[in-house]
C-alpha cells in the first residue's frame, strides 16, 4: 500500500523560532491533512488541503498541497510553547462513494520547544 | 468541530479475554466508521473501515476474527477484541464522518493493556 515518509522526525527549537516538516509519497493522493496528537488522545485536525497547488492558512500555520499530488509541507510560524506535541501528515485517496477511504499517515513528527 | 466519544479511554483487561471498545458520534449521524491502531511513539494505521449496516472491511494483516467490528447504528460503532494477548496492548482510536468527502473526526482514543 501507500506509504508516507515525513520528515523531520523529531525537531528540538527555540520559542519564536519558525517550524518547516513535510510529507512526501511514492503514489498521489487528492487530499492531504495535517493532525497534531497530544499524549492519549487522539489526533486533531489542523489543517485540510483538497487542491493540488492549494496554500491553506490556519492562524499561524501554513500548508501546502504539492502539485504532484505527491507532498505537502506544514509551517508553524512563531513557534509557542503550546505548539509542542507529535504532528502527523495524511493522505486520502477519497474514492467517490464506497467510503473504503481511510487515512494513510505519515509516521510523525516531534516538535519539542525549549524556551 | 462535531464530537467523536470513545469508551473507555484506558481498560486493563487479562490475557484470553475479549473487550469491547465503543465510539460514537455525539453530534452527527456517521454513515461511515474507521478504526486504526497506534503503537507507542508510531503513526497510526488503519485497521479496518465500517459503514452502518454493512461488514467491515479490514486492511490486509488484520484479523477480522480477531478485532470483531460492528457498526449497527449511524452513531456507534464497537471494535471487539477478542481473545486478547499481551501482543494487542496498543492505542485504539477511531474516526467517524457524516458522508463520503466530509471530515472525519477523531476520538479520544481507547488504551487497551493486556496482562
Known amino acids: 500500500g501507500q506509504q508516507l515518509n515525513q520528515s523531520p522526525q523529531s525537531m528540538f527549537i527555540q520559542e519564536g523560532e519558525d517550524v518547516s516538516m513535510n510529507c512526501t509519497s511514492s503514489?498521489?493522493?487528492?487530499?492531504w491533512l495535517w493532525y497534531k496528537q497530544d499524549p492519549g488522545e487522539g489526533p486533531v485536525l489542523l489543517i485540510a488541503?483538497?487542491?493540488?497547488?492549494e496554500l491553506t492558512s490556519n492562524g499561524r500555520l501554513t500548508a501546502q498541497f504539492g502539485i504532484t499530488r505527491k507532498d505537502s509541507f506544514l509551517n508553524i510560524s512563531a513557534s509557542i510553547p503550546s505548539d509542542v506535541g507529535i504532528y502527523f501528515c495524511?493522505?486520502?485517496?477519497?474514492?467517490?462513494?464506497?467510503?473504503?477511504?481511510?487515512?494513510?499517515f505519515g509516521k510523525g513528527t516531534h516538535l519539542i520547544i525549549q524556551p | 468541530g462535531a464530537v467523536v466519544s470513545q469508551h473507555p479511554s484506558r481498560v486493563i483487561c487479562k490475557s484470553g479475554t475479549s473487550v469491547k471498545i465503543e465510539c460514537r458520534s455525539l453530534d452527527f449521524q456517521a454513515t461511515t466508521m474507521f478504526w486504526y491502531r497506534q503503537f507507542p511513539k508510531k503513526s497510526l494505521m488503519l485497521m479496518a473501515t465500517s459503514n452502518e449496516g454493512s461488514k467491515a472491511t479490514y486492511e490486509q494483516g488484520v484479523e477480522k476474527d480477531k478485532f470483531l467490528i460492528n457498526h449497527a447504528s449511524l452513531t456507534l460503532s464497537t471494535l471487539t477484541v477478542t481473545s486478547a494477548h499481551p501482543e494487542d496492548s496498543s492505542f485504539y482510536i477511531c474516526?467517524?464522518?457524516?458522508?463520503?468527502?466530509?471530515?472525519?473526526?477523531f476520538g479520544q482514543g481507547t488504551r487497551l493493556t493486556v496482562v
Open positions: 503514489s498521489i493522493f487528492n487530499t
Open positions: 495524511a493522505g486520502q485517496l477519497g474514492y467517490s462513494g464506497g467510503g473504503a477511504d481511510g487515512l494513510t
Open positions: 488541503l483538497y487542491k493540488a497547488g
Open positions: 474516526s467517524a464522518r457524516e458522508g463520503a468527502g466530509t471530515e472525519a473526526f
